[in-house]
Each structure stands twice: as C-alpha cells, then as structure tokens.
C-alpha cells in the first residue's frame, strides 16, 4: 500500500474517528481464513483463484475517516470498493480485520447491536433507488423512522424537513413513478437523512443517472454536506465525481489501497503509473492548490505582496495573483511556505492544456 499522506491516515485514534478499519480482508472461498499468513496470500488475484479456487476481494486494507468528512473510495470494476462498503456493516462478513464506527467495534457485534447501527447510525445510499412505489414521497421518507417505532406526527413532520431539504418541496404526495431518476435519488438521499446518521455510505447512486442530473446530484451532496456536516464515505468509478467530492481519496486495485490522498495530493503526487494515468486528463488548475505551485522567492524578489491561503485552489486564486503586480505570499496557517506570481499561475494552465486531448 502507499499513501500519499503520512500522518493523517494512521494518527487519528478510534476514538476520534468517524470509522476506523484495520487489517480489514474479504476473500471469498472455501478455508478463506487459512489463506491469511501463508505465502498465498501474496498471489497475485489471478494466481490465487488458479491455485486455491478462492477470490481476493479485499486485502489488509486500513485506513481512518475523521468526523465530517467526505472519503472517496474510488477504483474501476472489480477493485473491491463495493465489497468494501458492505463490510463497513457487516452486510459481507469479513474473513479478517476489524471494523470500529464511532468508538464502536462493528467485527465483534452481535445481531442486536448491528441493527441498531444500522437503524441508528449509518444510513446507506444505493445505485438502485429501493423506493416503495405504493407509498408517496414523504411516506417513503419515513419509512425507516416508521421501522422505529417513531410516532406518526414526528416521522411526518421529520420527512417534511427532509424532503424540503433536499429540494422536493410540492412533491410531498407523488409517488416514485411520478418523479424523474434525479427526483427519486433526492427521495433517496431525504430518507438517509431522516433518521439522522452519524455515517452515510452513498454506493455509486448516480452512475445510472443521466451526465447533467449526475453532476447536478453531485452538487446536492455538497450542498447537503455542508448543510448537515455528515460524515460520508462516498464509493465511486468516476475520478472527476472522487475530484469534485471527496475531502480524501482512496484509490483501490484488485483489492488494495494504491493511493490515499487529496484531490491535489493524489493529481501532484500520484503514487504508481497506474494513478499517474488516471490523473493524467484532470484540469490541474482546477484540483491543484497553492501549496504545490508555491515556490520560495527569487533572490532579490519581494515577499511582501498579499497574503493567500495554501489550500487555495490554483483556478480560484488566479484572479488576484494576475491582478497583483509582483508576488503572492502563500502561507498554512501562519507558516510562510513560499510565493506565487502570474508565471506560475500561467505554468499551470499551459501545462494543463498541453494535456488536453
């Protein structure tokens, strides 16, 4: 495994995290457990499944999601991001590794308590809408609470919130068949969100949806992360959606973490060739920040221009790095890490556009 990142993967205790995993394996087959250890283990997926008939679905993946954040697991079909998902909540039972939600350590819970994380706690978000076609928009909204035991009045009065929340408003009474594939993700989102989770898990939910609706739907999340600050884990295919949501990304491959990292951590400094090609199309002014164009000043150069933050993004600081004559002082925090002048802003973009196709 490589990480992009040092710290911020292995310092945060299970405690503080939103989700903790460690030493986390999925192989599916017969004596699945006894291949953990030995030199199999090492096969390659193809290899193993010739030698063993067993399947590498997921493989010593660890990893930490602090609170409120967005992490992006991202990887094309087969990586094991959805067999990932599903062993956050033991809806696939893990062959190793634990699992810990909130202080909690899902690998060892009983059934009463998995159900109670999952009533309770984490809410999913599926490709596959999974309304209920014979109950309207805000009935389907609060279903899980119904599932509760909660009272009619305030699971109809909590589905309201919701479905005004997420931009329903006036479709309170239709029915799913009445409402376009963008439409009845929103009901999807607005019933995770009724229950108020601590976690939510979105499995690839606009990859069936229509490129504009899809980018529509990506904002709605940012949009409802800012508003609500839950913590998501967000499985993906798409490297500009991981981009565009995540806060982290990690990158998977036959069953292993490649990469995680930033959106800018993982486009400056792709850890292999094979993160190096996914990244290879991106707009580099639009992920990369401040902190990888900066430079400390020529000999001579004044440092003392306007003051610009490291986590700037390059396309949103352009503006009043051309403006200023001379340079930009880029700083984390208070930590002076170096400037930037319209050259370097111009670097960017003419080697952004030598990558366009």
Request: aromatic content about 4%.
């Amino acid at each position: 495994m490589t990480q992009t990142e040092a710290a911020p993967a292995s310092s945060t205790s299970d405690e503080e995290s939103a989700l903790s995993v460690k030493g986390l394996w999925k192989i599916f087959g017969a004596k699945a457990d006894k291949i953990i250890g030995t030199p199999d283990a090492d096969l390659s997926r193809k290899e193993l499944q010739a030698k063993t008939g067993c399947v590498m679905a997921v493989k010593d993946v660890s990893f930490e999601v602090r609170p409120g954040e967005v992490f992006v697991v991202m990887g094309l079909s087969g990586s094991g991001k959805s067999t990932l998902v599903r062993l956050l909540t033991r809806l696939i039972e893990p062959t190793q590794g634990s699992v810990t939600i909130g202080g909690q350590d899902i690998t060892g819970a009983d059934d009463a308590r998995l159900r109670e994380l999952r009533r309770n706690h984490v809410a999913m978000v599926f490709q596959h809408f999974g309304l209920l076609p014979h109950r309207t928009v805000r009935d389907n909204v609060a279903f899980g609470l119904e599932v509760r035991g909660v009272s009619k009045a305030e699971r109809r009065a909590r589905a309201q919130e919701m479905v005004d929340l997420v931009g329903l408003s006036g479709n309170e009474d239709s029915y799913p068949d009445q409402l376009s594939g963008g439409m009845q993700q929103r009901v999807g989102l607005a019933r995770a969100l009724a229950g108020d989770p601590t976690l939510m898990m979105f499995d690839e939910p606009f990859s069936a949806l229509d490129p504009l609706i899809r980018r529509d739907m990506q904002n709605e999340v940012i949009r409802l992360h800012e508003e609500v600050g839950k913590t998501m884990i967000f499985i993906t295919h798409d490297l500009q959606e991981a981009l565009k949501l995540g806060d982290r990304i990690l990158i998977m491959r036959d069953g292993e973490i490649v990469q995680i990292g930033t959106p800018a951590q993982v486009v400056a400094e792709p850890a292999d060739d094979y993160v190096k090609d996914f990244v290879s199309d991106v707009p580099r002014s639009h992920v990369l920040t401040l902190r990888y164009v900066c430079r400390q000043p020529h000999e001579g150069e004044s440092s003392d221009g306007p003051v610009m933050q490291a986590d700037e993004i390059v396309r949103d600081a352009a503006r009043k790095v051309l403006e200023v004559r001379g340079a930009v002082r880029v700083y984390d925090g208070e930590e002076f890490l170096g400037v930037v002048d319209d050259e370097d802003i111009l670097r960017v973009v003419v080697a952004e556009e030598g990558t366009q196709p």
